[in-house]
């Protein structure tokens, strides 16, 4: 395994402009596939005492809901993985295209709060290449520890289509979790995509305008799957525990603008939340809350 150490964080819009670059197929003319089948990047790439920029925190709380407060929201620490995963993505040893892939599910296990004072260590690798029956998955694992402690990681499962695809071999853990009913009405305006692009990096022309989106097969930009997780963890920020797993689920699309409806429910020490659309319940996200022991 080889590992590559970056002093700062690369700079996310000459990576973008690197993945909008159509990729090479070879497997059979399959597009977006770039490698063969089974093939996952030797390499871990790293950054050593992250410090966080209160500006850059107050922004992100900001536009994802969260109070302020003396520790990092749970998905925060995702903004400063975010420019290494674009860079293992548009590496040429990453097998698809990273315009291809669909954020299609995600594990973070904060094992306890990360003060805003703290300095940490990231490190960002890919793992766990598999079928699923439209085409295949991979995870890109990120882990943040501090003084040699894990205190948080996450698994993003990316999702690539293409033929020959299989079963998956375990179902997903939110199979048949259905989003709670919710009165909570979000009113979402048109250029959410754009503000979150603006504080994450993540500037998606799927996320950007509807002429960008419609590019890319939208009939109009989409809100970021990782800012509606934080919204709704927001939402619930005074039932979290310190240490706890979350496992969400990105189903539907948001289509911008347009008013969602958020709902929550607790059995026992789960807590099971989800966004669903307005006018019609299509599902948008369904996630679920677990303490760890």
């Given at each position: ?112 709060p990360i003060r805003v004072d703290e300095a940490f260590d990231v490190s ?170």
């Amino acid at each position: 395994m080889t590992t590559r150490v970056f002093t700062s964080a690369p700079p996310t819009l000459p990576l973008m402009l690197k993945a909008a670059l159509p990729a090479v197929p070879v497997i059979g003319g399959l597009p977006g596939v770039r490698h063969a089948k089974g093939s996952v990047p030797d390499v871990v790439l790293e950054r050593h005492g992250v410090v966080t920029d209160p500006r850059h925190l107050d922004a992100y709380n900001e536009v994802c809901g969260f109070p302020r407060s003396d520790t990092l929201p749970a998905t925060y620490p995702h903004m400063a993985a975010f420019a290494l995963h674009m860079t293992l993505m548009t590496d040429t040893s990453f097998p698809f295209a990273p315009m291809g892939l669909v954020h299609l599910r995600n594990t973070i296990t904060q094992y306890r709060p990360i003060r805003v004072d703290e300095a940490f260590d990231v490190s960002v690798r890919a793992d766990d290449l598999r079928p699923h029956p439209k085409g295949s998955l991979i995870d890109i694992v990120t882990t943040v520890t501090i003084a040699g402690d894990v205190v948080w990681d996450e698994t993003m499962t990316l999702f690539s289509r293409h033929k020959g695809g299989a079963p998956e071999q375990s179902p997903a853990a939110l199979t048949g979790v259905e989003v709670p009913d919710g009165v909570v009405h979000w009113k979402l305006a048109g250029d959410l995509g754009r503000r979150y692009a603006a504080i994450s990096g993540d500037r998606n022309p799927i996320h950007l305008y509807p002429l960008t989106a419609k590019a890319f097969g939208f009939p109009s930009n989409i809100a970021h799957g990782m800012w509606t997780l934080a919204r709704s963890l927001s939402a619930v920020q005074n039932k979290l525990p310190d240490a706890f797993t979350n496992v969400a689920e990105f189903r539907k699309p948001i289509l911008l603008p347009t008013t969602v409806v958020f709902g929550s429910s607790s059995d026992d020490d789960v807590l099971t939340f989800g966004v669903k659309g307005s006018r019609k319940p299509v599902p948008h996200l369904v996630g679920r809350v677990t303490p760890l022991p």
